[in-house]
C-alpha cells in the first residue's frame, strides 16, 4: 500500500481542521444566504422523461410528503404504501420526475456501496453482505420493472474497474483472490485479457463483476413513477418545496402559490440540492460532472478499436473516468472533471467547451482511432457528496420523522432505489434487519460555512487532481 494520504485520511484531516471555525458559522447564512435554483436536463436520456403531472394546486393534508421525484423519491412512496396502502403518500418534484441525476447518470448498475466497490473497507462479513444485498436488489428492481412494462434496456453484462496505475495491480490482484474466498464471482484480468475485452493497453489489468449491468436511466425513473402512481402515490411536479416547519405535524410550503402542506413524516429525496432545505448543509454539497456521447457508431468501428466486451467500466483514478456503450451504439464517456461551485451552487458555471475538449482527449488517449471525434451529445448534472464519501440513509429531527437518502457517489440507481426499501421499513420501525450496515444513519464529518468551504473543497479537488496526473 501506497503510504500517501488515503482520500479519505486526507478529508478528515482537512474535515476536522476546518470544523475548528465557529465564527463563520453564524455569519455565513446572513451574507451567503443559498439560492433555490434549478438548471435544465439536456442527457441523452432526456427524450425518454415521462410526461409532466399537474403541479399542486390546493392546500393538503398527507401522512407522507417526499421531496424529490427521482430514485429515491420514487422508490421509498412505491415501498412506503405496498406497506401500508391505507396511508396518503404524495411526492413533491421541483420541476419533473427524473430532472436531477437519476435521469443524467451514465446507466451503470453497480453492486455494492462507492466505499466497499472492489475494497474491503469495513470487515470481510459486512463486505459480503453488502455485496449479496446489492445483488439481490437488482433482481427485486428488475421485477418491480417488469411489473409496470416498460423497457429499460437493462442489460446485465457486468462492469469492469480497470486500473490505471501499475502500482494499484497487487492490490488489486489480492482483493479479487479475497473476494473469491468470501464466495464473491469477482474475477481478475491481467492486461492482456483487458486489452482483448475492451480493445485499449491503457490500463494494466482489470476487475470484472458479472452480477453488475446497465440501463437507460430516464426509463427506469418512467417505471418507477408508474409503479409508484400503481399503489396509489399522488405525485405533483413543477411544485418545489420552499420551507419545511419541522414539529410533530411537519408544515411545507410548496409551490409559487405557497401552498400549504401538512405531513406526519417527510422524506428527503433530494440528494445533491438538498441543503436548499436547510438539511446537511455543512456535510453534504453538490458536485458538477460532465457526461458526453459519440453518435451511434456501426459495428465495423467497434471491432477496429477492439472493444468487443459490451460491458461498462470505470477506472480507479480518485477522480474517475467511466466509459460504457448504449444499447445503440454510442461511446459514453463521463466524470475525470469534477467541480464544486461557492454556496452549493446547482448552475454548472464550467466552460462547456473546454468540459467537452477534457472528455475528448480521454477518449482519444484510450482509443486513439476515435481521437477527435464529435460528440453528439453533452451534459452535466449534479451528485451529492460527502467528506468520506459514504452513502446514508436514516431518519433524525426532534420527533424522528425525517427521514432521508443520501450520496450514492456513482451507485446511485441501485443504491438509491434500495434506499427507497430502507425508508419504507425505518418507517415502519423495522430497520433491525439492516443494522450493522455502514449506510444506517452514518453521521456525516461537517465541513465549515462558506467561504472557508468553497477554498477547502478546491483545494482538495486540487490536490486528487495533482495525485492522478502524477500517475
Known amino acids: 500500500m501506497s503510504n500517501k494520504l488515503s482520500r479519505r485520511d486526507f478529508l478528515k484531516i482537512a474535515g476536522a481542521a476546518a470544523g475548528t471555525v465557529?465564527?463563520?458559522?453564524?455569519?455565513?447564512?446572513?451574507?451567503?444566504?443559498?439560492?433555490l435554483e434549478f438548471d435544465e436536463n439536456v442527457s441523452l436520456w432526456t427524450p425518454a422523461q415521462p410526461s409532466k403531472n399537474p403541479a399542486l394546486a390546493e392546500d393538503i393534508e398527507v401522512d407522507v410528503a417526499i421531496i424529490g421525484g427521482g430514485y429515491t423519491g420514487l422508490s421509498s412512496a412505491y415501498h412506503i404504501l405496498q406497506r401500508y396502502p391505507e396511508k396518503s403518500v404524495a411526492i413533491f418534484e421541483a420541476r419533473g420526475v427524473g430532472q436531477g441525476a437519476s435521469g443524467r447518470n451514465g446507466g451503470m448498475l453497480l453492486s455494492q456501496t462507492a466505499n466497499e466497490y472492489m475494497n474491503i473497507y469495513s470487515d470481510a462479513k459486512?463486505?459480503?453482505?453488502?455485496?449479496?444485498?446489492?445483488?439481490?436488489?437488482?433482481?427485486?428492481?428488475?421485477?418491480?420493472?417488469?411489473?409496470?412494462?416498460?423497457?429499460?434496456?437493462?442489460?446485465?453484462n457486468g462492469a469492469l474497474l480497470v486500473i490505471a496505475r501499475e502500482s494499484q495491480v497487487a492490490q488489486y490482484q489480492k482483493y479479487a483472490q479475497q473476494a473469491q474466498s468470501l464466495?464473491?464471482?469477482i474475477e481478475f484480468w491481467d492486461q492482456a485479457r483487458t486489452k482483448s475485452e475492451i480493445g485499449t493497453d491503457v490500463y494494466f489489468a482489470s476487475l470484472f463483476d458479472p452480477n453488475a449491468g446497465e440501463l437507460h436511466p430516464m426509463k427506469l425513473v418512467h417505471a418507477l413513477k408508474?409503479?409508484?402512481?400503481?399503489?396509489?402515490a399522488r405525485i405533483y411536479e413543477d411544485s418545489p418545496v420552499f420551507e419545511i416547519q419541522e414539529g410533530e405535524t411537519i408544515r411545507l410550503t410548496v409551490g409559487e402559490q405557497n401552498h400549504k402542506v401538512i405531513a406526519k413524516a417527510v422524506v428527503l429525496a433530494?440528494?445533491?440540492?438538498?441543503?436548499?432545505?436547510g438539511y446537511f448543509k455543512n456535510s453534504v454539497f453538490p458536485v458538477h460532472t460532465p457526461m458526453a456521447t459519440t453518435p451511434s457508431l456501426p459495428d465495423l468501428t467497434f471491432e477496429e478499436i477492439g472493444w468487443k466486451n459490451k460491458a461498462g467500466y470505470s477506472d480507479t483514478f480518485t477522480i474517475l473516468y467511466h466509459l460504457s456503450r448504449t444499447t445503440d451504439n454510442r461511446i459514453m464517456i463521463g466524470s475525470g472533471y469534477v467541480n464544486y461551485f461557492f454556496n452549493n451552487?446547482?448552475?454548472?458555471k464550467d466552460d462547456p467547451v473546454m468540459l467537452k475538449a477534457h472528455l475528448q482527449k480521454e477518449l482519444g488517449r484510450i482509443y486513439p482511432k476515435l481521437a477527435g471525434m464529435e460528440f453528439e451529445h453533452f451534459w452535466s448534472g449534479v451528485l451529492g457528496f460527502s467528506l468520506d464519501f459514504m452513502q446514508s440513509v436514516g431518519v433524525m429531527g426532534a420527533h424522528q420523522n425525517i427521514y432521508y437518502g443520501l450520496c450514492y457517489a456513482g451507485h446511485g440507481i441501485n443504491l438509491a432505489t434500495l434506499f427507497g426499501k430502507v425508508i419504507a421499513d425505518i418507517y415502519a420501525g423495522e430497520e433491525s434487519q439492516w443494522d450493522g450496515l455502514p449506510f444506517l444513519n452514518h453521521q456525516y464529518i461537517s465541513l465549515p460555512p462558506e467561504p472557508l468551504k468553497w477554498a477547502g473543497i478546491q483545494a482538495t479537488i486540487q490536490y486528487y487532481k495533482a495525485d492522478d496526473a502524477g500517475k
Open 126 to 156: 459486512t463486505h459480503r453482505r453488502l455485496y449479496d444485498l446489492t445483488v439481490k436488489h437488482m433482481d427485486d428492481l428488475a421485477e418491480i420493472v417488469k411489473a409496470q412494462g416498460v423497457d429499460i434496456e437493462l442489460r446485465r
Open 183 to 185: 464466495g464473491m464471482p
Open 22 to 35: 465557529i465564527a463563520a458559522e453564524v455569519f455565513t447564512p446572513v451574507l451567503f444566504p443559498e439560492k
Open 345 to 348: 451552487g446547482i448552475i454548472d
Open 226 to 232: 408508474k409503479a409508484a402512481e400503481s399503489v396509489g
Open 270 to 277: 433530494t440528494n445533491g440540492y438538498t441543503s436548499k432545505l
